[in-house]
Each structure stands twice: as structure tokens, then as C-alpha cells.
């Protein structure tokens, strides 16, 4: 997942062009196959090495900048719109989303706002994708059928909501595809201070694990607790987990019961986003991320 390119104001959200060039070049080296997000939902377009290349919030500084270095790596794109700030300073307008469209790039739905949907009652959250969808219907001819959650915050009720309108929806935390998180799928943030060689070395190579259960599994947590049950449904005993808030990492104590971690952090967790990263490396690195958002 990128956002802007060459805006060197913005280091936590930007890459550098040469950064970009980089990562298409490597990643092009090793045989990865480049696919829309929307064929990763299609098991029979999987295959081996397959990579999506996502960008939020359509900034112009992608239309002047990095599309052009994705198309002269032939890399298809899809790009999230929130739909409010088009035609404002530093965002791309219709036509230059017209002409991204033309030119290939898929455009999927981002919110019109920009709102965290958690805060949101579902009402709100209907209006935010039915005003979004209308605007990109009428300016671009079609219906998106994908969504990424804003700031990647999501919550069971926008879960629900979202589902009712598209056919799956990405955050941002780190993990690799598994159609079994239809509604929350992660994505690796690439960016000027995660954007070397090993961040795409890293990111490139994660394998997803079958199936995760975790709980609590709605996203969006009113009263913070310290007890998390992961189900891997296999053997749990080689898996490692890393937790983290905005106060830095926990610590923890990890209990495993087979196929189950419970985990009970040493302390309650800030407000603010909590994530977690779990682990196995087994033939390669498999790789299960989740994003709570805490109120
Ligand atoms: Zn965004």
C-alpha cells in the first residue's frame, strides 16, 4: 500500500520515486506475477508469487509521479477514492481520475469523507459508501465493488455495513491475503521510513496461515482488556507474537493450548490502534496481522 509520491513533507504516508523504482525493480527480478486486488478474490487467478500493488486517497502527487513509474514497469494499480477532496489542492480531479481509469488503473471505493467509520452509526457509514459510490457512478462510469477502511479502522458494525456493498475491504495493518479475512484484509504500508529493500524483501515473501480465529473479533474495542484467544487451527506451538500500542511493545504471557495461543498482555492498551503480528517460519515466513482500534 502506498499514498503519496515524492512529497517529502509527508515521510510516514510518502515515497520517494527512486524508492518506488526500487521495489518495482526488485520485485519484477524475482518473478513476482503483479494482479488487480479484485482478482486475488478468484482462487483460480492465484498463483504462486501473485502481488497486488494498492494507493489511498488520490493524491495528484500519484497521478503525476507514480503512475508514470507504474506504467513503465507495466504493474496495474488500484487506486482507493475518497471522494470528497477530488478537485481540491493536492488531489487529482475527475479528469485525471478519468484518465487514470482509461488508462488502465483500477478505482475502488475509499469512503467520501475520509471519516473513521467505528465512530460512525451505520446510517452514517450508508451514507458515507451510497454518497461516495453515486459521485464515482456519475464522474466515472462505474461501481466499485471494493472498499478500504480509512486510517484501516474498522469495527463490526462497519464491517457489516461495508459487507452489504462490496465484495470484500482492506486496512492497513501488515499480514499477507487470505480470503478467509474477506472484510479485513491487510496490507503492507510502504513508505519513506518502511520503504527499504528489506521492508519489500519482507513484505514480498509472507505466506498466509490457513485460518485465523481471533478474539475478541470485533475490531473496534470501547473497554480495553488484556486477554486475546488466536486460533490457528494447527499447531500453535512455533508461532510468535508481537504486540504493539502507541506506547511501544508488550509484554506478555502466551499460553498454548494446541491449535490456540491465549495471550493476556502485562497491561491494558492506550487508546489508539493496537496490533497484532504473529509468525511461524516454516519454508518460508507465515504471517497473520489484526488492528484494533481503541477507543
Ligand atoms: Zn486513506
Redesign the pocket.
Known amino acids: 500500500m502506498y499514498?503519496r509520491f515524492d512529497e517529502i513533507k509527508y515521510p510516514s504516508t510518502n515515497i520517494r520515486e527512486e524508492q518506488l523504482v526500487s521495489h518495482l525493480t526488485y520485485l519484477k527480478d524475482q518473478g513476482f506475477k503483479f494482479i488487480l486486488v479484485k482478482d486475488l478474490l478468484f482462487p483460480d487467478k492465484l498463483q504462486e508469487k501473485s502481488i497486488s500493488i494498492t494507493i489511498?486517497?488520490a493524491y495528484l502527487s500519484f497521478y503525476e509521479v507514480g503512475l508514470p513509474v507504474f506504467e513503465k514497469f507495466e504493474v496495474p494499480v488500484t487506486l482507493?477514492l475518497?471522494t470528497e477532496n477530488i478537485g481540491g489542492q493536492n488531489y487529482m480531479s475527475w479528469g485525471q481520475l478519468k484518465d487514470a481509469l482509461n488508462r488502465g488503473v483500477d478505482i475502488q471505493n475509499?469512503t467520501h469523507s475520509?471519516s473513521s467509520l467505528p465512530t460512525l452509526n451505520e446510517l452514517e457509514i450508508a451514507n458515507e459508501i451510497e454518497k461516495s459510490q453515486k459521485l464515482i457512478l456519475e464522474n466515472l462510469g462505474i461501481t466499485p465493488n471494493l472498499f478500504?477502511y480509512?486510517?484501516g479502522e474498522n469495527s463490526s458494525t462497519a464491517q457489516n455495513v461495508v459487507s452489504q456493498y462490496f465484495d470484500a475491504a482492506f486496512g492497513q495493518h501488515s499480514g499477507a491475503f487470505s480470503i478467509n479475512q474477506k472484510y479485513f484484509i491487510p496490507r503492507f504500508p510502504l513508505n519513506e521510513n518502511y520503504g527499504s529493500i528489506d521492508r519489500i524483501k519482507d513484505a514480498s515473501s509472507v505466506l498466509p496461515f490457513n485460518n485465523v480465529d481471533i478474539q475478541p473479533s470485533n475490531p473496534y474495542q470501547i473497554e480495553p482488556i488484556t486477554r486475546y484467544v488466536l486460533d490457528f487451527q494447527e499447531d500453535a506451538s512455533n508461532i510468535n507474537c508481537f504486540i504493539s500500542d502507541f506506547q511501544g511493545s508488550f509484554n506478555q504471557t502466551t499460553t498454548n493450548l494446541s491449535s490456540k495461543l491465549l495471550i493476556e498482555l502485562n497491561r491494558l492498551p492506550v487508546k489508539g490502534r493496537l496490533r497484532f503480528n504473529c509468525t511461524k517460519v516454516n519454508n518460508g515466513i507465515f504471517w497473520f496481522g489484526y488492528q484494533y482500534l481503541i477507543n
Open positions: 499514498h489511498d486517497d482507493f475518497n475509499h475520509h478500504a480509512p486510517f
